[in-house]
């Protein structure tokens, strides 16, 4: 679908009956009523807005600057991106995130909620095999074809028990767990109270998808506290399905299944990579940063993002490839006003497994920038808001030291955001700017496919971002043997191979460890030999 244009109808919400429940899908002919659809938090009243839609946001051909150059799809094309100029984007309009006055009926009419969502991590060596063993048995994490599906938990099981070693190994470099969970639990008591500094009392969660206090924990103590206004807050900037995503589809599961929360009025905000705090804090640690160089001009921003599979973006439409540009420069064109002018590059980590995963690799990006002379490299983990195994390990210790062996001298990190304290208020103010909206209907477009879905129903999120999910084919197999230490990828082609071997040998002969465990039934047919 080319660009076109489209009326939608900017509907101010009226205030939400008590009962108001997750919203229903509502008949493609009815009108859009939405908050502001492009990057903005603020409140409008009635009103038309013309705006852009593009079918291709979440594709890999995104353009969001004229000057932009990729890399890893050819040694020919260029390895340094400059600096956004002014004119390349019109981005500026997006950094709108005023606080708007909170009506007292808004704020005192009910208790309110706000529900941090992460992906959790195990806090002693013990948790870190059933820790993968939860994250690989994701079926948003491991999309395996329709007629496959049966085998999502032997696999889990399989490569989390292949991974323990490898994992447990980093955990134990940086002292024997995650500090997510004591992070995520900081920044909770903060964001509660620069909450309660701007006049809004509400109480704090935090729900983890694959380690405690898992999500269902927090829903319990949610309800237990007798909330009847939530804020679903991800703690990821860009949205994707394989993060927000699952994260909310689990939400959404738990909501149907729950009398209490059917009748909890509720509202998303599913990503804020755009946020004028967000920008300014990433900055702030930027800056900072680059003057502990002997040459602060001269060095490069290396932005590195979790990766996704290809096949996630091209296929189900995730945006997180569109949005991870978009903001990467939106932090470019506010440190160009600060009169930072230093060449950036974007790549992405951690790919896991025989498939196609987003391009540039973090690693191999690193050795070209060694080869093309760069000497002096600042790290910029941009798609993480706590220091976690990604950032202390992966990056710190692998990344550094296949920097410095690829011919780069000067190695920086920016550190995580943690408890920044304008980063935090920034939160505070999304969650304020979010509350006219809780229990409000907000109808996405799930032709449009916008870069941002407006505050709404989990439900209506999913489908815009993944209204195909169970048609999408699994990814694109590439196999490149060799050992690569960073992304653990040998360990994730084995775990593959062998186990295609190993349910061969159990279907075919009736017998094996998947039929001592119970996952696979003991009167499953024998093939004939």
């Not at 990503?271 to 040459?295: C, N, T, V």
């Not at 973090?362 to 050795?367: G, N, R, S």
């Amino acid at each position: 679908m080319n660009h076109q244009s489209m009326n939608i109808r900017i509907q101010a919400p009226c205030s939400p009956s008590p009962s108001s429940a997750l919203l229903p899908r509502f008949h493609p002919k009815t009108p859009l009523v939405l908050p502001r659809v492009i990057c903005s938090t603020e409140v409008v009243s009635h009103g038309m807005l013309q705006m852009e839609a593009s079918s291709d946001v979440g594709s890999s051909s995104v353009t969001i600057s004229k000057n932009k150059c990729i890399f890893g799809s050819s040694r020919k094309q260029c390895l340094l991106k400059q600096p956004v100029h002014k004119d390349s984007m019109q981005l500026r309009a997006l950094l709108t995130s005023r606080v708007q006055d909170t009506s007292s009926s808004v704020v005192n009419d009910g208790k309110i909620g706000v529900l941090l969502l992460n992906l959790g991590g195990p806090e002693t060596l013990d948790d870190v095999q059933p820790f993968l063993f939860n994250l690989f048995a994701d079926p948003d994490i491991i999309r395996l074809p329709r007629l496959f599906r049966f085998l999502q938990k032997p696999l889990a099981q399989f490569i989390s028990v292949a991974r323990a070693p490898k994992s447990k190994e980093g955990y134990a470099s940086i002292g024997g767990g995650s500090p997510l969970r004591q992070i995520t639990d900081e920044q909770a008591k903060e964001l509660r109270k620069a909450l309660y500094d701007k006049n809004v009392p509400a109480e704090v969660y935090v729900g983890m998808r694959y380690w405690h206090p898992f999500t269902e924990e927090a829903i319990e103590q949610i309800k237990k506290d007798g909330v009847n206004k939530l804020v679903v807050l991800p703690l990821y900037p860009q949205f994707s399905i394989s993060t927000s995503g699952s994260s909310l589809r689990l939400l959404e599961s738990i909501f149907r299944e729950d009398e209490y929360l059917v009748n909890m009025q509720h509202t998303v905000i599913p990503s804020w990579y755009q946020r004028e705090g967000y920008i300014k804090a990433m900055a702030d640690l930027i800056e900072k940063e680059l003057i502990s160089f002997d040459s602060p001009e001269k060095v490069m921003i290396f932005f590195s993002a979790h990766g996704v599979p290809v096949a996630y973006v091209e296929e189900a439409g995730d945006p997180y490839k569109a949005e991870m540009e978009e903001c990467v420069d939106l932090i470019m064109e506010e440190l160009e006003r600060r009169k930072i002018n230093n060449p950036y590059t974007l790549a992405y980590q951690s790919r896991v497994g025989p498939v196609e995963w987003l391009k540039p690799y973090t690693d191999q990006t690193i050795v070209e920038l060694g080869e093309k002379g760069v000497k002096s490299l600042l790290a910029v983990p941009i798609s993480f808001v706590s220091e976690h195994i990604e950032t202390l390990e992966e990056i710190d210790v692998e990344y550094k030291e296949l920097a410095l062996k690829s011919g780069i001298e000067k190695w920086g990190r920016v550190p995580a955001l943690g408890c920044n304290p304008t980063f935090i208020l920034d939160l505070a103010d999304a969650v304020i700017e979010s509350l006219p909206y809780v229990g409000a209907m907000a109808v996405s477009n799930l032709e449009a496919r916008q870069s941002l879905v407006p505050l709404g129903s989990v439900e209506e999120l999913l489908a815009t971002y993944d209204s195909q999910r169970r048609e999408l084919p699994a990814p694109v197999t590439v196999w490149e043997w060799g050992f690569t230490k960073s992304a653990e990828t040998w360990n994730g082609r084995a775990a593959m191979l062998a186990v295609i071997v190993l349910l061969f040998l159990e279907v075919s002969t009736g017998e094996g460890f998947l039929h001592q465990w119970g996952i696979l039934p003991l009167q499953l047919p024998v093939f004939p030999r």
